[in-house]
């Protein structure tokens, strides 16, 4: 197990590349990867599974390929990001 607490933060645009990368390919290896991150869109390109925890709770887990991007804000926000989605686009 590979963990991995925040590994993006503050780097540039390559060297975030570089590392998104490299998790890949270690996942494809058959290693596991724990990828503590608060940039949800990393997660939706290395990850396989999300886990969102709360004031070290865990509130929800799912894999990714059963969720989506505005689901999971939902569940780290407690907001209906949908809704609020549709609330922008109306005005």
């Known amino acids: 197990v ?3 607490d925040e590994p993006t933060n503050n780097l540039g645009v390559e060297e975030t590349h570089g590392v998104l ?3 890949k390919e270690v996942r ?3 290693h596991s990867v724990l990828l503590i991150t608060h940039n949800i869109h ?3 390109q290395v990850a396989d ?3 969102v925890m709360r004031r070290g709770e865990i509130v929800a887990e ?3 390929a059963d969720t989506d991007l505005l ?3 939902s569940i ?3 907001a209906d990001m949908s809704a609020l989605l549709k609330e922008a686009r109306a005005k």
């Open 28 to 30: 494809d290896a058959g």
């Open 21 to 23: 990368r490299f998790v």
């Open 76 to 78: 780290i926000t407690g």
């Open 71 to 73: 689901t999971v804000e």
């Open 42 to 44: 990393h997660v939706f």
């Open 49 to 51: 599974r999300i886990v």
């Open 62 to 64: 799912q894999t990714v």
């Open 2 to 4: 590979i963990i991995l």
